[in-house]
C-alpha cells in the first residue's frame, strides 16, 4: 500500500487498470472448467454486470462532475451533459467504424462495416470496444484525487473493485463463445484476457489527462460515464435477457446495482 500512495495518479491508475484486468483473465479462465457455467448463471452474472455499471456512472461519475462543476465556476448541469452526450456518442462512432460481433448474437451479421476478419478476431473485438470506457472511468476517478475534495483514493478504489468485480463475466462472455467457435482452451482463455487489455491502457490515458488539465475534469468524469451507459445499454442488457432468462437478469442488475452504490456510498 505504502508503495502504491508513493506513486502518482497516472501510475496508479495503470495499476488500477490492470487489477480490473485481472479480474476479465480470472473470467475468461472459466473455459477450464470441465462443465460450461449454464445460460441462466451467465445471464444473471451479465445482469449484475449491467447494474454495476449504472450505479458506478452515477455514484462515482456523473454526481462529482455536477459538484465539480459547480465548484469550477460552471453551470452545474453543462458540462455533464455535454460530457455524457459526448461519451456515448464516442462509443457510436467507434461501433460503426470497427467491424465486431457481440457473443450474444454469434449467429448474426457483423455489425460495423464489412471485414474479412476471423470471427473469433470479431468476437473478441466487441469486447475490447466496450472496455475502453471501464478503463476511462477508473483512469479518470484517480486522476482526480487531489484535484477536488469530492475525489478520494477509497472512492476511485471502489469504482476499480466494482469495474472489477463486472469484468468477472465479460470474460466469461468472451471466452466461452470462443471455445464454441472452435479455438483451444488455451486459445479461449488467451484472447478472453486480451480483451481487457485495453482497460490499464485506457486507465492510465485518462488518468494523465485530468491529472494535467483540472478544469476537463467534470466532462471527463461524464464522457466515461456517457460511454459506460452506451454499452450496458447496447450490450450488456440485450445479452443478459436473450435467452429467455429475463427476470433472473434483471434481478442480477439490481443486485450488482446495489452493491456498487454500497461501495461507492461507504467507501467514497
Not at 480470472?26 to 441462466?40: E, H, T
Not at 491529472?211 to 471527463?220: D, G, I, S, T, Y
Amino acid at each position: 500500500m505504502e508503495f502504491f500512495m508513493e506513486q502518482s495518479p497516472p501510475v496508479r491508475a495503470l495499476i488500477a487498470g490492470l487489477f480490473t484486468w485481472g479480474f476479465t483473465a480470472l473470467g475468461a479462465a472459466g473455459v477450464f472448467l470441465a462443465k460450461r457455467p449454464g445460460q441462466r448463471t451467465l445471464d444473471v452474472m451479465l445482469g449484475f454486470a449491467g447494474g454495476v455499471m449504472v450505479a458506478a456512472s452515477f455514484w462515482s461519475l456523473l454526481a462529482p462532475a455536477i459538484e465539480i462543476s459547480e465548484e469550477l465556476g460552471y453551470p452545474g448541469w453543462l458540462p455533464p451533459v455535454l460530457g455524457f452526450l459526448a461519451g456515448g456518442g464516442a462509443l457510436r462512432l467507434l461501433d460503426m467504424v470497427m467491424p465486431h460481433l457481440h457473443p450474444a448474437m454469434a449467429e448474426t451479421a457483423p455489425d460495423g462495416p464489412p471485414s474479412s476478419l476471423r470471427r473469433t478476431t470479431l468476437l473478441v473485438l466487441a469486447i475490447t470496444l466496450h472496455n475502453i470506457p471501464e478503463g476511462l472511468a477508473v483512469g479518470v476517478a484517480f486522476g482526480s484525487i487531489g484535484a477536488m475534495p469530492e475525489s478520494t483514493l477509497a472512492g476511485a478504489a471502489a469504482l476499480a473493485l466494482g469495474m472489477g468485480l463486472q469484468n468477472f463475466p465479460e470474460g466469461l462472455a468472451v471466452s466461452m463463445p470462443l471455445r464454441r467457435e472452435g479455438l483451444s482452451r488455451a486459445c479461449a482463455f488467451f484472447y478472453g484476457q486480451l480483451s481487457a487489455i485495453v482497460e490499464p491502457v485506457f486507465a492510465f490515458v485518462g488518468a494523465l489527462l485530468v491529472w494535467a488539465a483540472r478544469p476537463v475534469l467534470p466532462f471527463a468524469l461524464a464522457f466515461a460515464a456517457g460511454a459506460m451507459i452506451f454499452v450496458v445499454v447496447e450490450e450488456t442488457v440485450p445479452e443478459s435477457q436473450a435467452s429467455g432468462n429475463g427476470d433472473l437478469a434483471t434481478t442480477g442488475f439490481l443486485i450488482g446495482f446495489a452493491v456498487m452504490m454500497v461501495l461507492d456510498v461507504s467507501l467514497g
